[in-house]
């Protein structure tokens, strides 16, 4: 069994709202601080790899960034990868795999940058992924997130109010369900699993140390660490 829930989205619609959402949920100013801390500054060749990468639209911002990088996505659903290959990067290989699986892995000291967007509030038990993060991680790389961290459900429900609307407007694929505010409720708790706190906590049980964080809208964060 995953680690993680299954999305009750349909696969297609998923990957229209993920693609479509993208600037919004990860814009260019915070991609900006992560490329100048962690991507730009690394030597020759490095290998970045984006766990829960769906449809892989940050490694394409990356080898923008760093034509000599190796990219690798992993991600468990097919639809998001066939949007990923669909891209056309040369350097990437998309990888379908259950991040949370238990024989989940990655091979040690060979990772320059981790990332995870909009990924880490699936764990509820984030221990082995950052775990498996750390062994991966070289010495002078980062995990860098972006992502859901605990906000009231006011904030969050107005979040969705505006997002959806927007999501829903611009693509056929995203068209509107039944009860547009089910979702609020439903996965309330999923999404508002971690404060910023928690979450360097967390890394900082498992050997890494935060260099820069910071919320950039009441839902989202953004926090880049190395290993300790
Ligand atoms: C909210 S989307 C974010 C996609 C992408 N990182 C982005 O920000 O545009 C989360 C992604 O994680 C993937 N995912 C969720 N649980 C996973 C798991 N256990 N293993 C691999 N992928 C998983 C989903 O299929 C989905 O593509």
Redesign the pocket.
Known sequence: M???PQ?PLDPAR?CAM?TQS?EN??PADVRTIIAAEAITPLGPKPHIV??????G??LRDVAALRPDATLAG????AK?LEAARGLGLKKAKWQS?????ADFALKPDSCDVIAA???FH?FADPRRLLATMHDALRVGGSFVM?GWVRSSMADFADFWVTARTAIESSSAQAAPTDDPEAFCYQRFAEFNRYTLDDIRWLLGRHGFSVRRDAMYTKNFAYLIAGIA
Not at 50 to 55: E, N, Q, S, V
Not at 74 to 77: E, L, W
């Open positions: 995953s680690a993680t999305s998923f993920m993208y949920r990860i984006d766990l829960g990468c769906g449809p639209l940050w992993y991600d468990r659903d998001m795999a259950d991040v949370g699986a967007h909009f990924f699936f972006t």
